[in-house]
């Protein structure tokens, strides 16, 4: 989503401090960084995301949202603290394109029509082999396209909320055209902006990393491990004076005077990202104002949920 940016109040950024995130140091993304995986067919997530902890050594590794075994496609793991970026994630929208096999053929205008019928609020009971209690929940489904339809065969596009089964879908399409159904294949293309165009195989991680390693090359670490920000996309953003930077991270919540530059259609409760005028991310937090209020008002603007930038990058005081 493109948010609109407000001016509060204008202010400069000194380059003697921070620096913009395509500069990063390595041993920074190393140990604050995203790898946007290709998870590959058969194994779970959290061993894929052990195999890059020990291929890396780092010294700990954390996916945000699981893909089944038999599942490909974008799966982001944080490195080391950058596990700690898991609540911007884990909960975004995702993309799935999938194929569904029937026991039968249909016509093409039934399938789209049928599929049509899903977007919107769907009550889904996760499936046996789920993770998470088997209970009726609602799961909201904003898009669905029918990409081919050759006879017994479908392939789909679905965009969906966080917790969405599209194995309950494939079930409940079957159901609906009067056919058994099957998914021998599904394939995650999206989470929040984190796209499968950015996914790299567990193979070139490797490669890029041992380069790093034994040569200092960081060209290929860079293409490998995104920065914090990358995380951040889809969040809205609130952006800080310098003179801001510090007292946040070191865990001080934002006031509205501290702001310099924000994004439109804000609501109080909504999770933000506080960034510096370069563009780094400092936190995450909970918006305690609307937009609308922090551009007019002073107080608490927002409540911090994690600090995601090292305290002293920004002097305490400036002169």
Not at 16 to 39: H, I, N, Q, T
Not at 203 to 216: I, L, N
Not at 236 to 245: E, F, G, M, S, Y
Not at 254 to 268: N, V
Request: charged residues 30%; aromatic residues 6%.
């Amino acid at each position: 989503m493109n948010r609109e940016w407000f001016v509060r109040e204008e202010a400069d950024t000194d380059p003697d401090f921070g620096c913009v995130p395509s500069s990063r140091p390595a041993e920074e993304l190393l140990e604050r960084g995203v790898v946007v995986l290709d998870k590959p067919f058969g194994p779970p997530s959290n061993q894929v995301s052990s195999w890059l902890r020990k291929s890396l050594d780092l010294g700990r590794t954390g996916h945000f949202g699981t893909l089944d075994p038999h599942a490909t496609g974008v799966l982001p793991i944080g490195l080391n603290r950058g596990t700690r970026l898991s609540p911007a994630l884990s909960k975004t929208q995702k993309e799935y394109v999938f194929e569904v096999s029937l026991s039968a053929p249909v016509s093409e205008s039934d399938a789209r029509e049928a599929l049509k019928g899903f977007v919107g609020e769907n009550r889904q009971v996760p499936p046996e082999k789920s993770a998470v209690e088997r209970r009726e929940r609602s799961r909201e489904l904003y898009e669905a396209e029918l990409l081919e339809c050759p006879g017994d065969t479908l392939l789909a596009r679905v965009r969906c909320e966080s917790g969405f089964y599209v194995r309950v879908l494939v079930n409940q399409l079957g159901d609906r055209l009067g056919t058994d159904a099957e998914m021998p294949d599904l394939r995650r293309t999206l989470q929040g902006e984190l796209s499968e165009e950015e996914c790299v195989t567990l193979q070139e991680a490797v490669e890029a990393y041992q380069e790093y390693s034994d040569t200092g090359e960081v060209t290929g670490l860079r293409d490998v491990v995104k920065p914090p920000e990358a995380a951040v996309g889809h969040l809205p953003k609130l952006a800080i004076k310098d003179t801001a930077v510090n007292a946040v991270a070191n865990g001080a919540d934002l006031g509205a005077g501290g702001i310099s530059r924000l994004q439109e259609d804000i609501s109080e409760g909504d999770r933000v990202a506080i960034m510096t005028l370069k563009g780094e991310l400092v936190a995450l937090a909970t918006a305690e104002m609307t937009s609308e209020q922090m551009y007019e008002e002073h107080g608490s603007a927002a409540d911090l949920e994690s600090v995601h930038m090292e305290p002293e990058r920004y002097p305490r005081r400036w002169n």
